[in-house]
């Protein structure tokens, strides 16, 4: 299966939320779910995610990478008291992922608007 894009939206009437993250953002459902979890979960470790989401540690962990490529969840070290460290994830904000959604779309639209201003069929 593909990633979705952002074309995956067209003829779509009532996307989701979590559909749309997907598409405008190329990261798979899963990823969007993750994100989605940690707005309910937020400071979770990759483990308190795993079990929220009943998915593999791995796989969650290989989520949370995308989607701090994507710029959607940040991480922050948290000290043990026993010793050593543990990674803590929180998604950004909703306002602040619907804002880069909004604009991801409007450059998209603005770029199909350019194709189609650019078009000139060939003269025979």
Known sequence: MSDPEIEDLVGDASPSFEHVL???FGVRDHESRAYLALLEHPGST???LADAL???RS??????STLREKGLVERRRRLL????YVYQYTAIPVPEAKRRLHD???EWVTDVHDAIDAFEP???
Not at 59 to 64: A, I, P, T
Not at 81 to 84: I, L, N
């Open 54 to 56: 009943d998915r593999d």
């Open 81 to 84: 008291d026993s010793g050593g």
């Open 46 to 48: 990759v483990s308190e």
């Open 122 to 124: 060939d003269e025979r």
């Open 59 to 64: 796989n969650v962990n290989r989520s949370l």
């Open 22 to 24: 997907s598409c405008v």
């Open 104 to 106: 991801a779309l409007d």
